[in-house]
């Protein structure tokens, strides 16, 4: 018996390192693993050392699930929140349309006017009569006929990139302007 | 069948033993959405302990050469 405690020690100065990584450290916390081991030791046969496998594979298993859940709540509580506030800015809850069924009439004649026939704002429309031809053009495209970026790129023959650049010039254009009218 | 309650067992055991950081987690969000929240993360970990599988476990004795 005294040999074999030797024979542990020895096994265990040996690998001093490795008995400090916090896995193998956390396996041998356990007095059941830690028995198994120094059987495996004492007795190196294969079942013995298969044992110590298998437990320490179900072990490293157990770690890296709970790792796993860890980081699962955390980053799905954040994309979750990431998420709900993007859907929330994106899509507010305003009544753009009439409750009753003129709305849908009106949107059928609006098909046939351009963008500065549809402003009744004063303000704005100035505004929109200083933006370039082009920039007008895009603008009506989007919001007037609601095509998406790529068709009207394909259209004006340019590139999406170019729209939705000349597309947020012409929104900060406009913004700069309606700003400087209410100093 | 066995599999499937063994899954279960399992899910319920962590999310028991996670629930103190599933609270803590409920803070990232707004009050309104907390309940919706938690009941995600759940469905999640239900569902991703019964479908990831943990591979490439070393073997012990690869620690000591």
Known sequence: MNNGNHKIEEFFCRNMEQIKNPIIKSFLANAKNLYLVEKAILYPTDCNMKMVDETFQ?????????????????????????????????????????LTGTGIAR?????????????????????????????????????VKDCSIKAIAETLQTTPQNISNLHRKALKKLHQMLIKEED | MERENNYNEESLLFIENFSPKIKQCLHQTSYQEREDLEQEIKLKIIEKLATKEFINTPSFWDFFT
């Open chain 1, 58 to 98: 179900s072990h490293y298993i157990k770690v890296q699930k709970i790792k796993y859940v860890s980081n699962l709540i955390y980053f799905y509580s954040l994309d979750f929140d990431k998420k709900r506030r993007r859907l929330h800015d994106r899509f507010l809850l305003i009544v753009d349309e009439g």
């Open chain 1, 107 to 143: 949107n059928d004649e609006r098909i046939e006017e351009g963008l500065l026939d549809m402003v009744e704002d004063e303000q704005l429309f100035q505004s929109l009569k200083n933006l370039t031809d082009k920039q007008l053009l895009i603008l009506e495209m989007i919001y």
